[in-house]
Nanobody, 122 residues
Framework: QVQLEESGGGLVQVGDSLRLSCAASGRLRTYAVGWFRQTPGKDREFVVATTWDGLDTYYADSVKGRFTISRDNTKDTAYLQMHSLKPEDTALYYC????????????????WGQGTQVTVSS
């Protein structure tokens, strides 16, 4: 089992960059990891997911080329580097983990963090 805690959110301007972190209490190194986001009144939206070793990664079209997921398995931490932020990137960002990448991509992961708020101001 793992417990996930996101950090790094904040208020930024359009075009700015931000890096989110997802720190795990357990051995995140054995799990696929992903990021999702949600705004009030909308369903949670898939952002990106990667395998335990980071070799296979899948991005939503809306963030491709701007966001990068990475992980440091020695620290049991995953990251989401976000560049060229837009107002539509404003959301509560969640980290998710599961032994199966497919469940991460589907949004049915066993483990979720509480989220970190990203607000992009124009």
């Amino acid at each position: 089992q793992v417990q996930l805690e996101e950090s790094g959110g904040g208020l930024v301007q359009v075009g700015d960059s931000l890096r989110l972190s997802c720190a795990a209490s357990g051995r995140l190194r054995t799990y696929a990891v992903g990021w999702f986001r949600q705004t009030p009144g909308k369903d949670r939206e898939f952002v990106v997911a990667t395998t335990w070793d980071g070799l296979d990664t899948y991005y939503a079209d809306s963030v491709k080329g701007r966001f990068t997921i990475s992980r440091d398995n020695t620290k049991d931490t995953a990251y989401l580097q976000m560049h060229s932020l837009k107002p539509e990137d404003t959301a509560l960002y969640y980290c998710a983990a599961d032994v199966m990448l497919g469940r991460v991509r589907a949004g049915t992961s066993d483990y979720w963090g509480q989220g970190t708020q990203v607000t992009v101001s124009s």
